[in-house]
């Protein structure tokens, strides 16, 4: 048995608006936004009233005729008059996307309600599962995995493996990695990620078997061992699909030489990447199948994954605050962004507007938080300090701190 995924993204008129509205946001074109809005309007399951609304909401943030706050009691309203109709469930995520798009993150969280209820009412088990384990419920998820686990696909071994990993082995059913080379690196050793954020973990935390694993970025292959908490250390990388274009590009290949294992981000199976299985390259494992449809997993979650596939590996995850923090990038981590050619601030940013509200809206920075956020709770992984206050927030005050971070901001 199979099923189709949940807002997929090609030929779907659910990611024609979102990506043609963040395209018209950063081109800072009103007439662009209304455009987009209005020819995709009844494909998307919105009314003309809600598209005239919507657009009257993001072309003011985006010329800053309306503020932070009208512009989240607006959407917050729009919510409410939406919720008399039945509405799909993409039909929610897709505000919810736009909203935040425009930095109004918590009042998102209305459209994100809604859309999880729609899950949880949906007749495919995987798409009750998501909502479940997105909404940190883990009774009804372990309820949806008893009409999933005779599915026999990759999204329902995926669900099972990371069930069985949030309910301590009570319930789903491990699904290990078939990465004999990496199963062979990593078992038996603790896993410490840190990532480009402040950290509490020091050189002196790491055991003598520990493997440090990071994410090299353009320009940023290699930390200072006097300035880096852990002395510089790092035998994994994982590479972003934007890194792998500069390292192309430039042909910067022999930068990875010094690691042990340089794990590369694909997102398609269909996608053939020749550098994949030469030399010290694999392809890393991805959780996009455990995310609603539409969204990506971010670097950390999917580094978490790729480590929680092999049996025998210990995880300490530090260096991330999931953006919940004035600084998402220590000044060792940050790169240049060749697409753009410019470098990037604390924030990741370049100074354009609105540039990191749209990046956070199309990898859905709480669905990110949740994969990590129900391991950590479920001890299935070990967190510093600055991951652990962010995890045990409440996801609307999460929401809030991203609002006086990014969204009042215009970032």
Not at 219 to 228: G, N
Not at 264 to 292: C, Y
Request: glycine share 8%; charged share 25%.
């Amino acid at each position: 048995m199979r099923w189709s995924r949940l807002l997929p993204r090609r030929r779907n008129p659910h990611t024609v608006l979102v990506t043609g509205v963040k395209a018209a946001v950063r081109q800072g074109s009103a007439s662009k936004i209304q455009k987009v809005l209005l020819t995709t309007r009844t494909q998307v399951g919105l009314g003309l009233f809600e598209a005239q609304e919507l657009y009257l909401i993001i072309a003011g943030r985006v010329d800053n005729s309306m503020g932070h706050e009208e512009a989240s009691t607006r959407l917050t309203a729009l919510a409410a008059s939406m919720a008399h109709q039945s509405k799909p469930a993409t039909t929610w995520f897709s505000v919810e996307n736009l909203s935040r798009t425009i930095g109004c993150f918590r009042a998102s969280h209305e459209f994100s309600r809604h859309g999880f209820d729609a899950l949880s009412r949906s007749d495919d088990p995987r798409n009750r599962f998501l909502g479940a384990l997105h909404r940190r419920d883990l009774p009804a998820a372990t309820a949806a995995w008893g009409h999933l686990s005779g599915y026999d696909s990759v999204e329902a071994h995926e669900a099972g493996h990371y069930l069985w990993l949030w309910s301590r082995g009570q319930s789903g059913r491990p699904d290990w990695s078939n990465d004999s080379s990496w199963s062979e690196r990593i078992s038996g050793h603790d896993v410490v990620i840190v990532g480009p954020a402040p950290t509490s973990l020091t050189k002196s935390s790491l055991r003598q078997s520990s493997l440090v694993g990071r994410v090299v970025m353009q320009d940023v292959l290699a930390w200072d061992e006097k300035r880096d908490p852990l002395g510089g250390r790092c035998e994994l990388a994982w590479v972003s699909r934007e890194t792998r274009m500069w390292i192309k590009e430039t042909d910067s290949w022999d930068q990875l030489a010094p690691f042990d294992a340089v794990s590369f981000r694909v997102d398609r199976a269909s996608q053939e990447w020749g550098e994949i299985g030469t030399k010290n390259f694999r392809a890393a494992h991805n959780p996009s199948s455990l995310m609603i449809g539409g969204s990506s997993p971010n670097m950390i979650p999917l580094m978490v994954w790729d480590v929680l596939k092999v049996d025998g590996a210990s995880l300490t995850v530090g260096g991330t605050t999931f953006f919940a923090s004035q600084t998402a990038y220590t000044e060792t981590n940050r790169r240049f962004k060749h697409t753009m050619g410019k470098p990037t601030d604390e924030t990741g940013s370049t100074g354009e507007l609105f540039e990191r509200c749209p990046t956070f809206a199309r990898h859905n920075v709480t669905e990110n938080l949740t994969l990590v956020a129900n391991l950590a709770q479920a001890d299935a992984i070990a967190v510093d300090a600055e991951s652990q206050r962010v995890i045990d927030l409440d996801v609307v005050d999460y929401l809030g701190e991203l609002d006086e971070l990014y969204g009042i901001e215009r970032r």
